[in-house]
């Protein structure tokens, strides 16, 4: 059972990025869950702020990933949502991806089917009356110990 934590507003999700992002230790993957509207692109936004990126972070819907350099670190933000096919990720070279020390923050992961490697990290976004509610589900030892890390210096 994931560890359940609610977010009041869009502040609070971006502050529980910004602690992820300062907790994590690369390589990571991070796969985000959850329906439209539910808060995976502004967590996302979280972490790469997190991480010191002061520049916009929109979703990728259209260009399937975006790019980021932060300080010495390397961000793969996708989002899957108008993925067709899993068999599409070939054509950008997916593996590459995969294969660099970084932070991957996947949106729409049940759409990359076999084509994407297991998580690291699991975060469920759900809507819940007019807040979210963030799940953490470690998926690695590497996920284990980052949620243990986040939840001791969770804010009460």
Not at 117 to 122: K, Q, S
Request: charged residues 20%.
């Amino acid at each position: 059972m994931p560890a359940q934590i609610d977010l009041p507003d869009e502040d609070a999700t971006l502050a529980w990025g910004g602690n992820l992002a300062v907790q994590a230790e690369l390589p990571l993957q991070v796969h985000l869950v959850g329906e439209l509207g539910a808060g995976k692109t502004t967590l996302s936004r979280g972490i790469l702020r997190g991480l010191g990126h002061d520049g916009s972070v929109k979703s990728p819907t259209y260009t399937l990933v975006e790019p980021y350099t932060v300080g010495n670190h390397r961000v793969f933000h996708f989002d899957l949502y108008r993925l067709g096919d899993p068999g599409e990720l070939a054509y950008i070279g997916i593996e590459d991806y995969f294969a660099e020390p970084a932070l991957v923050l996947v949106e729409w992961a049940e759409r990359g089917g076999d084509w994407l490697p297991a998580p690291d990290l699991r975060c469920h976004l759900a809507v819940v009356g007019n807040q979210r509610r963030l799940g953490l589900e470690p998926v690695s030892a590497r996920g284990t110990d980052l949620v243990q890390r986040l939840l001791a210096g969770a804010p009460n």
